[in-house]
């Protein structure tokens, strides 16, 4: 079975830039994760989709994030205009049900590099 | 707030029982144990979850104090592949939000050849 699929792998960009990263989750999940993972910080999450709406975006940092998830096969976290501090992996996860114990399953995320 | 206090590294002989242990202290009554682990450059990968029981599957067996506060990962057999980071994490009920985990600083277990 797929798993969660994110792209790019890896994105090298110049401050200032519009960065869109991709995620597709497993087939019949109805929630999706977008966390970010720095040394200093460790995985935090940003946002939670269940049933493609928003339900939590208070880990979003700031107004230059935004992430959508138009279906429910895709979601896009972007970023604009980015900055070196953004720099980070960013993993996106998937479960079958974002209000039960089921585990979340994820990808294996986007390593950005800001400039 | 801390959720979950772990020891930052361990090591582990090829072939013997690795136990990763994690304290919960302030978990609640409804709230699972969720242990993960995280290869370098890979995504978290899920190992195993319980609640009150203790819990077996392919990869490790999970054993939950009786009053709750603490955990403990076992694999029976550590292998090289088995270097990781390792995190215990308390799955904490929002009744609007769903569930949230909230990731420590995990365990670094290194298995010796």
């Known amino acids: 079975d797929a798993g969660v699929i994110q792209s790019p792998r890896h994105e090298v960009t110049e401050m200032g830039q519009e960065v869109t990263l991709r995620c597709k989750p497993i087939s019949g999940h109805n929630s999706l994760f977008w966390y970010r993972q720095t040394m200093m910080r460790g995985l935090e999450l940003l946002i939670y989709f269940n049933n493609n709406v928003p339900i939590d975006d208070s880990g979003m940092p700031e107004d230059r994030f935004s992430a959508k998830m138009p279906n429910a096969s895709f979601s896009t976290l972007k970023i604009q205009p980015s900055e070196p501090r953004d720099s980070a992996v960013y993993f996106c996860a998937s479960s079958p049900d974002g209000l039960s114990n089921q585990p979340q399953h994820f990808g294996d995320g986007t390593r950005l590099s800001i400039l | 707030d801390a959720k979950t206090t772990q020891p930052p590294s361990m090591d582990c002989a090829e072939g013997r029982a690795a136990n990763l242990p994690c304290n919960h202290s302030t978990i609640s009554g409804n709230e699972y144990v969720y242990w993960y682990r995280q290869i370098h450059s890979q995504g978290p990968q899920y190992i195993i979850h319980?609640?009150?029981n203790n819990e077996t599957n392919e990869m490790a067996s999970l054993i939950i104090t009786e009053d709750r506060k603490s955990s403990t990962l076992i694999l029976p057999h550590a292998t090289l592949r088995d270097t990781a980071v390792y995190y215990c994490?308390?799955?904490?009920?929002?009744?609007?939000?769903?569930?949230?985990?909230?990731f420590g600083t995990g365990t670094s277990l290194t298995v010796i050849p």
């Open positions: 319980g609640l009150k």
């Open positions: 994490i308390v799955r904490v009920e929002e009744p609007d939000t769903g569930n949230q985990f909230y």
